[in-house]
């Protein structure tokens, strides 16, 4: 009977967090979704005022509200948006320094009336600044004060006792995202400029590498004539270790290209295979890759094919390399 209790207890505490972690989807999701119905022509003058700034996004906030700053101030940055968080604090301290008259100051503060926020708003109004507002409280002095408002209220937090920012930060979040996003699209931000701010890292390693960067060139290319015979070609394929060659012509064209698998089916014949020659045991017009293409497009080339190699030509289909898929691996590609 007491290990009866003990695993209705059990079964009930499980019950009650992921109850607990429902609610919170839920509300925060439908905080969320209450954005749209509220956004105003505000939204598409910040968004049309950041597109043609010649100065700096700089975003404001305290606590919570500024954890959500600096991510937002991130994001813009990672899309080529000049954009940096000012600590509110901070700022009647001697970094407003950082702001000029060309600036926008992206301001949050659910209630709006965040002293440390407050305190700043007459310099901003001095130098000139254009001000808009992130609020969840359209009557308040941080939204009348500023040039253009964003509406982020939220019915109620996700916390049970309606206290700790939950909904109201992740309402600010995706406000943020929003404007980004849109900026995006009016800009026209390709995955290559995406990647120009990024490096570092996979993004940057995805988006930035190209097949020129990683092919095997030079002596690194297993090679063989149309007409070596196929000691030439095992030899070859021994020694540079990728279990391929390609074939070409006298003039360096790409005719063919013979694998592991062609021999093991020759052998599989019976016949004498001594007389073999590349052209006879090549596959004709094999796949191929400009060197200038992402290695991410030699990735999904050998996904769709189901192969391991691919040779690199140019326009011409002159043999330029070889890429493997070790050497995507070990590039951090796949």
């Given at each position: 009977?007491?290990q009866?209790?003990?695993?209705?207890?059990?079964y009930?505490?499980?019950?009650?967090?992921?109850?607990?972690?429902?609610?919170?989807?839920?509300i925060?999701?439908?905080?969320?979704?209450?954005?749209?119905?509220?956004l105003?022509?505000?939204?598409?003058e910040?968004?049309?005022?950041?597109?043609?700034?010649?100065?700096?996004?700089?975003?404001m906030?305290?606590?919570?509200?500024?954890?959500?700053?600096?991510?937002?101030?991130a994001?813009?940055?990672?899309?080529?948006?000049?954009?940096?968080?000012?600590?509110?604090?901070?700022?009647?301290?001697?970094?407003?320094?950082?702001?000029?008259?060309?600036?926008?100051?992206?301001?949050?503060?659910?209630?709006?009336?965040?002293?440390?926020?407050?305190?700043?708003?007459?310099?901003?109004?001095?130098?000139g600044?254009?001000?808009?507002?992130?609020?969840?409280n359209?009557?308040?002095?941080?939204?009348?004060?500023?040039d253009?408002?964003?509406?982020?209220?939220v019915?109620?937090?996700?916390?049970?006792?309606?206290?700790?920012?939950?909904?109201?930060?992740?309402?600010?979040l995706a406000?943020?995202?929003a404007?980004?996003?849109?900026?995006?699209?009016?800009?026209?931000?390709?995955?290559?400029?995406?990647?120009q701010?990024?490096?570092?890292?996979n993004?940057?390693?995805?988006?930035?590498?190209?097949?020129?960067?990683?092919?095997r060139?030079g002596?690194?290319?297993p090679?063989?004539?149309?007409?070596?015979?196929?000691?030439?070609?095992?030899?070859?394929m021994?020694q540079?270790?990728?279990?391929?060659?390609?074939?070409?012509?006298?003039?360096?064209?790409?005719?063919?290209?013979?694998?592991?698998?062609?021999?093991?089916?020759?052998?599989?014949?019976?016949?004498d295979?001594?007389?073999?020659?590349?052209?006879?045991?090549m596959?004709?017009n094999?796949?191929?890759?400009?060197?200038?293409?992402?290695?991410?497009?030699a990735?999904?080339?050998?996904?769709k094919?189901?192969?391991?190699?691919?040779?690199?030509?140019?326009d011409?289909?002159?043999?330029?390399?070889i890429i493997?898929?070790?050497?995507?691996?070990?590039?951090?590609?796949?």
């Amino acid at each position: 009977m007491t290990q009866l209790k003990s695993s209705t207890s059990i079964y009930e505490d499980k019950k009650r967090i992921l109850n607990s972690a429902h609610s919170v989807f839920k509300i925060e999701s439908e905080a969320i979704a209450a954005l749209a119905d509220r956004l105003t022509n505000d939204f598409v003058e910040v968004v049309n005022l950041i597109d043609c700034s010649s100065g700096s996004l700089i975003v404001m906030g305290i606590g919570k509200s500024g954890l959500i700053g600096k991510k937002i101030a991130a994001t813009f940055s990672s899309i080529g948006i000049p954009a940096v968080f000012l600590h509110a604090a901070e700022g009647s301290h001697g970094d407003l320094g950082i702001v000029s008259k060309k600036d926008l100051i992206l301001a949050i503060s659910n209630s709006g009336e965040t002293e440390e926020i407050l305190k700043i708003l007459p310099f901003v109004n001095r130098i000139g600044a254009t001000l808009v507002g992130l609020t969840g409280n359209l009557q308040s002095t941080l939204a009348k004060r500023s040039d253009y408002v964003l509406d982020i209220a939220v019915e109620k937090e996700a916390c049970p006792l309606d206290l700790a920012p939950t909904a109201s930060t992740a309402a600010a979040l995706a406000m943020g995202d929003a404007l980004a996003i849109a900026l995006i699209n009016k800009k026209g931000i390709q995955k290559e400029d995406f990647a120009q701010n990024h490096p570092g890292g996979n993004i940057g390693k995805r988006l930035l590498t190209s097949v020129g960067d990683l092919m095997r060139t030079g002596d690194g290319i297993p090679v063989v004539q149309l007409e070596s015979d196929i000691f030439s070609v095992l030899s070859e394929m021994s020694q540079k270790g990728l279990g391929t060659t390609a074939v070409v012509d006298s003039e360096n064209h790409v005719a063919g290209i013979v694998t592991d698998g062609d021999i093991r089916r020759l052998i599989e014949t019976k016949k004498d295979i001594s007389e073999t020659r590349a052209k006879e045991l090549m596959t004709q017009n094999p796949k191929t890759i400009n060197k200038d293409n992402l290695a991410t497009k030699a990735v999904q080339i050998m996904e769709k094919h189901a192969i391991s190699s691919l040779i690199v030509s140019d326009d011409q289909g002159k043999i330029d390399g070889i890429i493997h898929l070790q050497d995507l691996l070990k590039a951090g590609i796949v």
